[in-house]
């Protein structure tokens, strides 16, 4: 079945330092979801791409959808202590019916 | 806005056993998903509900059940517990299809199987 993969699955890195995850699909993408899930809490929405190629940039994250559609990465800039978490991408099968989740890359930062 | 309620957020149930958690959506959401989280398995699909009628489900045995009342609040039964049940169990709500706008996730029910 559609899958996606997230890779890697752990991320340490030290305080300041850039970190980079990467979400690959087995099939064509409508969009794709990113969500953040810091240790003991729940998954909370980051952002949504939708157009091929498309950039979005939150403060020191930086979201991109590649051109075919198949592929996401997020990029965190100079990370900070509260950047600790686990990070998923989500895309859609089914028209969009269902959503299915990454594996997650889990961050941790030593400070 | 209210968020994501699940209730209860803990549970420490005997094998066997069966099990009933509670999700109340944010308020004028519609849909509610439901799914289980493992370390070893990540987030896993288990359904969704759309105006109490189930929309979606994933790939869990039928001792997995959900229903949606007229509220949108929603409760998941998992019948006859086993060890491998053991998880974070999640409700998230949105406005239409979980694979078009974001969900809003709850806290979570941690559920222990011993």
């Known amino acids: 079945g559609q899958q996606v993969m997230q890779i890697p699955q752990y991320q340490h890195v030290q305080e300041g330092e850039d970190f980079t995850t990467y979400c690959n699909s087995s099939?064509?993408?409508?969009?794709i979801q990113w969500y953040k899930q810091r240790p003991g809490g729940h998954p909370v929405f980051l952002i949504q791409?939708?157009?091929?190629?498309e950039v979005k940039k939150q403060k020191r994250l930086t979201f991109q959808f590649g051109e075919a559609k198949k592929n996401s990465s997020l990029h965190i800039t100079a990370t900070q202590t509260t950047d600790v978490g686990t990070y998923f991408c989500?895309?859609?099968?089914?028209?969009?019916?269902?959503?299915?989740f990454g594996q997650g890359t889990r961050l941790t930062i030593n400070p | 806005k209210a968020g994501v309620t699940q209730t209860p957020r803990y549970l420490i149930k005997t094998r066997g056993q069966q099990v009933t958690l509670s999700c109340s959506p944010i308020s004028g959401h519609r849909s509610v998903s439901w799914y289980q989280q493992t370390p070893g398995q990540g987030l896993q699909f288990l359904f969704e509900?759309?105006?109490?009628?189930?929309?979606n489900k994933g790939n869990f045995p039928g001792r997995f059940s959900g229903r949606q009342f007229s509220n949108s609040r929603s409760e998941m039964n998992v019948s006859t517990l086993e060890l491998g049940d053991s998880a974070l169990y999640l409700c998230?709500?949105?406005?239409?299809?979980?694979?078009?706008?974001?969900?809003?996730f709850g806290p979570g029910t941690r559920l222990t199987v011993t």
């Open positions: 791409l939708v157009k091929s190629g």
């Open positions: 099939t064509t993408l409508s969009n």
């Open positions: 989500a895309g859609p099968i089914q028209g969009a019916q269902k959503l299915v």
């Open positions: 998230a709500s949105s406005l239409d299809f979980p694979g078009i706008v974001e969900q809003y």
């Open positions: 509900y759309f105006s109490e009628t189930q929309r």
